[in-house]
């Protein structure tokens, strides 16, 4: 099964672990982190969770991330179809950076989109081609 986890989801971790949301979507991204190292999902990378992840002011993070890039079994490059399908993401009240992640998802036949952004997963019934949880709801989804 293929996964794309946006740069909210790669983040959730350095986030503040006090709230129970914030640690529950943790654990949950960690377990599928495991899944993708044992090669039960498979990750898809992108050139924009490359340009989000180089904005990030914290080194630390930003390498951390940037691990998970050798896992990934397809990075997906900007190119025509992407920015055209994020166009139209937009149109349907996604922002730019959040329809260009979903529209490599899109495009890289990924089944789902995971992502800790509740702006994207109120959007998320305005979509059919791909499924977006988190990763809590993903969890209980597939793994239960």
């Given at each position: 099964?293929?996964?794309?986890?946006?740069?909210?989801?790669?983040?959730?971790?350095?986030?503040?672990?006090?709230?129970?949301?914030?640690?529950l979507?943790?654990?949950?991204?960690?377990?599928?982190?495991?899944?993708?190292?044992?090669?039960?999902?498979?990750?898809?990378?992108?050139?924009?969770?490359?340009?989000?992840?180089?904005?990030?002011?914290?080194?630390?993070?930003?390498?951390?991330?940037?691990?998970?890039?050798?896992y990934?079994?397809?990075?997906?490059?900007?190119?025509p179809?992407?920015?055209?399908?994020?166009?139209?993401?937009n149109?349907?009240?996604f922002?730019?950076?959040?329809s260009?992640?979903?529209?490599?998802?899109?495009?890289?036949?990924?089944?789902?989109?995971?992502?800790?952004?509740?702006?994207?997963?109120?959007?998320a019934?305005?979509?059919?081609?791909?499924?977006?949880?988190?990763?809590?709801?993903?969890?209980?989804?597939?793994?239960?």
């Open positions: 099964m293929r996964l794309y986890l946006d740069n909210c989801c790669f983040n959730r971790p350095f986030d503040d672990q006090s709230q129970i949301k914030i640690r979507e943790t654990e949950a991204k960690l377990k599928i982190q495991e899944e993708i190292i044992s090669g039960t999902f498979q990750l898809i990378w992108s050139y924009i969770l490359d340009y989000e992840n180089n904005r990030n002011p914290y080194q630390e993070r930003k390498l951390r991330i940037k691990k998970w890039k050798r990934a079994i397809e990075d997906v490059e900007e190119n179809v992407v920015i055209e399908t994020a166009k139209i993401l149109k349907k009240g922002h730019k950076i959040d260009l992640h979903i529209a490599c998802a899109i495009i890289s036949k990924s089944e789902y989109f995971l992502t800790t952004d509740d702006q994207i997963l109120k959007r019934r305005l979509l059919n081609d791909i499924k977006i949880n988190d990763p809590i709801g993903f969890i209980k989804e597939i793994l239960s």
